[in-house]
């Protein structure tokens, strides 16, 4: 999608620190981190919002995306995933991705 931060990250338009980058998704580190390790795991295809996505395969793959890049970065220990959906659920950018926190203790309830 046309000027879609997440969009032009995956497709290598605009530069980020990547983690891992698979066909179908991308993880790479948060802008705006808020715990010690905060990575961000995202479809390469479109889609606004988990309300859009329909492709239980893509479903599994974004979670095997967590599951990799949990184990790259040595957060077995403990994490924490969280998918913002929309404005009342706190999504700020308009493409469906994973928060990945981890490298603290989490606290609860987290919103």
């Not at 905060?38 to 606004?48: D, R």
Request: with cysteine; hydrophobic share 35%; proline share 6%.
């Amino acid at each position: 999608m046309e000027n879609c931060l997440f969009c032009s990250i995956a497709n290598g338009t605009l530069e980020s620190k990547i983690i891992i980058k698979e066909k179908n998704w991308i993880s790479f580190w948060d802008a705006n981190p808020v715990a010690p390790f905060h990575a961000l795991i995202v479809p390469t295809s479109h889609y606004n919002s988990l309300n859009e996505l329909d492709d239980p395969d893509l479903y599994s793959e974004l979670i095997q995306g967590v599951k990799k890049t949990v184990q790259k970065e040595n957060l077995e220990k403990g994490y924490r995933i969280i998918i913002n959906t929309g404005t009342d659920g706190g999504q700020t950018v308009p493409h469906l991705h994973i928060h990945l926190l981890g490298k603290r203790k989490m606290g609860w309830p987290p919103g």
